[in-house]
């Protein structure tokens, strides 16, 4: 098992920034992708940016260009800058951890969530 206990978030006026940071502990495997997943009231959970152990970033173009996503894997954290903030930014950021199992896959984690508004 991984646990993931996530920090930051908050309220933020447009054009503002966050940071949201994420620590996982238990059972870690090299083999693994950590990111922020976010869902807003009404939508479905989106992928919002990762980034692989080998240092491979993926980002939703929503985001591209105004959020960063970085990692310490000797810490097993991850986090995510948020800059250039707007309201439709605002949702329930996740962290996940997609933890590959040699022989059987790879099995996905998630943190409690972190509430993000953004509103003037």
């Known amino acids: 098992q991984v646990q993931l206990v996530e920090s930051g978030g908050g309220l933020v006026q447009p054009g503002g920034s966050l940071r949201l940071s994420c620590a996982a502990s238990?059972?870690?495997?090299?083999?693994?992708?950590m990111g922020w997943y976010r869902q807003a009231p009404g939508r479905e959970r989106e992928l919002v940016a990762t980034v692989a152990n080998g240092g491979s970033t993926n980002y939703a173009s929503s985001v591209k260009g105004r959020f960063t996503i970085s990692r310490d894997s000797a810490q097993n954290t991850v986090s995510l800058q948020m800059n250039s903030l707007k309201p439709e930014d605002t949702a329930v950021y996740y962290c996940?951890?997609?933890?590959?199992?040699?022989?059987?896959?790879?099995?996905?984690?998630w943190g409690q969530g972190t509430q993000v508004t953004v509103s003037s």
């Open positions: 996940n951890r997609r933890q590959w199992y040699s022989g059987s896959g790879y099995t996905d984690y």
């Open positions: 238990g059972s870690i495997l090299r083999i693994n992708v």
